[in-house]
Nanobody
């Protein structure tokens, strides 16, 4: 059974940083694209960052230059380093693996507020 477990969310002030981590278990995912999506209240879920098995990345325009995605294929983990956080980054962040219909984590809340 595939499981994705996110960690690292929380409350930070504007301009602060957070590091999200996702650990996948139940299979090997080193041949699949992994990434992060987010969903703010009243909005649709949107892609934040994706990383291919060989490390090619794609970012939403709104986070380019502030967020960095990385992965460790030996550990089945994907990490999102988020810097210069702003209130508009407030959302539930979901780990995602592009395999078949896709696998999702349970989500971790990120709140940016002073």
């Amino acid at each position: 059974q595939v499981q994705l477990v996110e960690s690292g969310g929380g409350l930070v002030q504007p301009g602060g940083s957070l590091r999200l981590s996702c650990a996948a278990s139940g299979s090997s995912f080193n041949i699949y694209t992994m990434g992060w999506y987010r969903q703010a209240p009243g909005k649709q879920r949107e892609m934040v960052a994706l990383i291919t098995p060989i490390g090619m990345t794609d970012y939403a325009e709104s986070v380019k230059g502030r967020f960095t995605i990385s992965r460790d294929n030996t550990k089945n983990t994907v990490t999102l380093q988020m810097n210069s956080l702003q209130p508009e980054d407030t959302a539930v962040y979901y780990c995602y693996i592009r395999s078949g219909l896709g696998y999702w984590g349970q989500g971790t809340q990120v709140t940016i507020s002073s």
